[in-house]
């Protein structure tokens, strides 16, 4: 279970797995935007770290949906 903050409150999320937790800096996130939005509405950036790259949920979105 993964615990997030939606407007101020606590909501878990049941997972299948977590590979890793990281810290991420914010000048290594990098803004995505798209033409057609719906089509990769629940991506909000890429961020790099280490050599690898890391798509960013954006979970508000997620939320709604």
Same mark, same amino acid.
């Given at each position: 279970?993964?615990?997030i !903050?939606?407007?101020?409150?606590p909501?878990? +999320? +049941? %997972?299948?797995? @977590? !590979?890793?937790? @990281?810290?991420?800096?914010?000048? &290594? %996130?990098? /803004?995505?935007?798209?033409? &057609? /939005?719906?089509? &990769?509405?629940f %991506?909000?950036?890429?961020?790099?770290?280490?050599?690898?790259?890391?798509?960013? +949920?954006?979970? &508000?979105? %997620?939320?709604?949906?």
């Amino acid at each position: 279970i993964i615990i997030i !903050k939606i407007n101020h409150e606590p909501i878990g +999320l +049941l %997972v299948d797995s @977590v !590979k890793e937790v @990281v810290n991420i800096e914010f000048d &290594n %996130v990098e /803004r995505v935007s798209f033409e &057609n /939005r719906d089509d &990769n509405s629940f %991506v909000m950036g890429i961020a790099k770290q280490s050599e690898e790259l890391i798509s960013l +949920l954006d979970i &508000n979105a %997620v939320w709604q949906e």
